[in-house]
Nanobody, 114 residues
Framework: QVQLVESGGGLVQAGGSLRLSCAAS????????MGWYRQAPGKQRELVAS???????NYADAVKGRFTISRDNDKSTVYLQMNNLKAEDTGVYYC????????WGQGTQVTVSS
């Protein structure tokens, strides 16, 4: 069973930056379109960024131009660089494939103070 472990969250002021990491227990990124999701308080989990094995990326409109998804296949790790953070970026961030076929990790909390 693949385990996904997210890290890198924290408390940051609006305009600040964070870099999230998602480590997988086995190498899965070459064969899956990976995504970063977030769940804001009281809201459903949403996909904010995805990265295909080809390198193609896609972003939700709300984060386009501010977030960058990348991966290191050798380290089985996917990253989310988040710049110019806004209060509405607050939430728990998770990674998974876009098919959501792996067990969810515990996520990492991002809190942006305005």
């Amino acid at each position: 069973q693949v385990q996904l472990v997210e890290s890198g969250g924290g408390l940051v002021q609006a305009g600040g930056s964070l870099r999230l990491s998602c480590a997988a227990s086995v190498s899965i990124f070459r064969f899956n379109v990976m995504g970063w999701y977030r769940q804001a308080p009281g809201k459903q989990r949403e996909l904010v960024a995805s990265l295909a094995s080809s390198g193609y990326t896609n972003y939700a409109d709300a984060v386009k131009g501010r977030f960058t998804i990348s991966r290191d296949n050798d380290k089985s790790t996917v990253y989310l660089q988040m710049n110019n953070l806004k209060a509405e970026d607050t939430g728990v961030y998770y990674c998974n494939s876009v098919r959501m076929n792996f067990v969810w990790g515990q996520g990492t909390q991002v809190t942006v103070s305005s």
